[in-house]
């Protein structure tokens, strides 16, 4: 069995993140790694259609080993999902698996349409609005609704799906974007039920995408633990990282190569901390996404935060992650505020930013290099 992982999206709602979407870390892996491990033993060769930052996804590609052929095929000018499988199409046969490169699912989920053959992944979901929408007919689908203001169910389509090459017969029109979408060639398929698909959309779907990961972690200590630290639960610790004395980490948490953590500072559980991190006196961190070679000063708190890399975190940072008012938390990417549906969302960091001594983050906040040192983000 083959799969198409579909990677070559720019990724612009992940703004003020800049990675490559398969690229960005989520339980110490890129998406793209833990795609790739949780198909081993399912597929036999994995074909990666990329485009935007195709230089980083292939270097990193080269520098790993997984347990099946990895064929890397360009898609050259972003035309839509379906012009994206038209450039696998010269390497596929009978029939293959089509997935996102940065949404996750679980191994189980992607066994079953395996065994359902030609097939749709579906998952219900509370906000319909959101995604594409499957209009069915005992089991079998007969038409996907994008993004409707009545939608037909509360099934959304996962992006995952079984085909086979009687898929490329379809005539497929351009949409109301101007892109050829994989989802206009689909009628047909039977219809099976997720049972955990993650999106990633937005940065803060990083968080959900990072806990879910998490459940599964197993303890792996491989750097140097000092007396006087607390390790509690499942907690990874890469090679070359120093826990110093009084660090008191409660797991499910990931932390990265040749970091430094401590002393007397504690890590809550749901934490993920790339490589080259430093987390200092006092600092106290809740179910986080960090990326690699952050410096996190003395006396700060951040909870359920996203941060890029190369960031420097001044001393007494405080990113609140609760409204007063306990409602559900706005973000405004790119000048757009939305609702994240997160009752508890702290800050957005984009890579390269410092912020100054005693800065004040109120919830949902984005900070970007332009965003002042030491100021209150309001």
């Known amino acids: 069995m083959q799969a198409v992982i579909l990677a070559a999206g720019k990724g612009t709602r992940m703004a003020p993140l800049e ?8 339980a110490g892996k890129p998406f793209l790694q833990h795609t790739l491990e949780r198909l081993e033993g399912l597929a036999t060769e994995a074909v990666i259609v ?21 064929t890397v095929v360009e898609q050259a000018v972003p035309k839509g999902t379906w012009d ?53 007919r005992g089991g079998v689908l007969q038409r996907i609704h994008e993004k409707p203001l009545r939608a037909p169910s509360s099934l959304a389509n996962t992006g995952l799906c079984v ?23 689909l009628a047909g398929l039977r219809v099976v039920r997720a049972t955990g698909w993650v999106p990633v959309g937005y940065p803060w779907d990083l968080l959900l995408a990072n806990e879910w990961l998490l459940r599964s972690l197993r303890r792996r200590v ?12 499942q907690v990874v610790v890469g090679k070359g990282t120093l826990i110093r004395a009084g660090a ?13 953590i401590g002393p007397n500072c504690y890590i809550r559980p749901g934490t993920s901390i790339g490589d080259g991190c430093k987390v200092g006196n006092a600092v106290e961190l809740k179910n986080c996404v960090i990326g690699d070679h952050v410096s996190i000063g003395h006396l700060s708190y951040l909870g359920d ?7 420097n975190i001044g001393a007494g940072t405080i990113a609140a992650n609760l409204r007063h ?22 800050c957005i960091i984009a890579s390269g930013v410092h912020t100054g001594i005693h800065t004040s983050i109120y919830p949902g906040r984005i900070l970007t290099q332009d965003t002042l040192p030491g100021q209150t983000v309001r």
């Not at 195709?54 to 590609?61: K, P, S």
Request: one cysteine or more; hydrophobic letters at 40%; charged letters at 30%.
């Open 305 to 311: 935060s996203v941060l890029g890399d190369n960031i």
């Open 19 to 26: 990675t490559p979407k398969p690229l960005l870390k989520v």
């Open 163 to 185: 085909l086979d090459q009687q898929v490329f017969n379809q005539q497929v029109r351009p949409s109301r974007r101007g892109e050829l979408e994989l989802v206009d060639a």
């Open 248 to 260: 008191y980490i409660e797991g499910p948490v990931v932390v990265g190569r040749d970091c430094i």
């Open 325 to 346: 008012d306990g409602k559900p938390i706005q973000a405004r990417p790119q000048g757009r505020l939305l609702e994240t549906g997160r009752r508890k969302l702290g």
């Open 222 to 233: 491989e750097g140097k633990v000092e007396r006087g630290a607390t390790l509690l639960s």
């Open 84 to 136: 994206a499988l038209q450039a696998a199409r010269p390497h596929l046969r009978e029939r293959f698996l089509v997935m996102n490169g940065d949404d996750l699912y679980p191994r189980a989920d992607i066994a079953a349409c395996l065994r359902a053959g030609p097939s749709i992944l579906v998952q219900e979901v509370a906000d319909p609005s959101r995604f594409g929408v499957i209009e069915e």
């Open 50 to 70: 990329v485009g935007h930052g195709q230089e980083l996804v292939r270097a990193f590609l080269e520098s790993q080993r997984f347990r099946l052929k990895i």
